[in-house]
Nanobody, 121 residues
Framework: QVQLVESGGGLVQAGGSLRLSCAAS????????MGWFRQAPGKEREFVAA????????NYADSVRGRFTISRDNAKNTLYLQMNSLKPEDTAVYYC??????????????WGQGTQVTVSS
């Protein structure tokens, strides 16, 4: 089992930037595929981005491609999401997730508790 703790959320104006972090513990971080999901009020949780083991392979939702960048530091057991050009529709609780491979990240087995991102217009 892997434990995931997100940080870095907050309030930002439209057009601004935030960087989310996810600290992992309990399993060999480098062997896990990692991802970010988000859930806005009244909406279902949706995929944002994912990165494969050892950083090989990245996937992005169409809504964030070109604005968000997912990365990982295996030496620090930490996952990141750099979010630029933020829009009010990016407002959501952002969740870190982990699973065995990039191909199974559509339904990850481990989740963090979430961090709130609010983008004001």
């Amino acid at each position: 089992q892997v434990q995931l703790v997100e940080s870095g959320g907050g309030l930002v104006q439209a057009g601004g930037s935030l960087r989310l972090s996810c600290a992992a513990s309990g399993r060999t971080f480098s062997r896990l595929a990692m991802g970010w999901f988000r859930q806005a009020p009244g909406k279902e949780r949706e995929f944002v981005a994912a990165i494969g083991q050892f950083g090989i392979g990245k996937n992005y939702a169409d809504s964030v491609r070109g604005r968000f960048t997912i990365s990982r530091d295996n030496a620090k057991n930490t996952l990141y999401l750099q979010m630029n050009s933020l829009k009010p529709e990016d407002t959501a609780v952002y969740y870190c997730a982990a699973d065995q491979s990039l191909q199974t990240m559509s339904n990850p087995g481990s989740w963090g508790q979430g961090t709130q991102v609010t983008v004001s217009s």
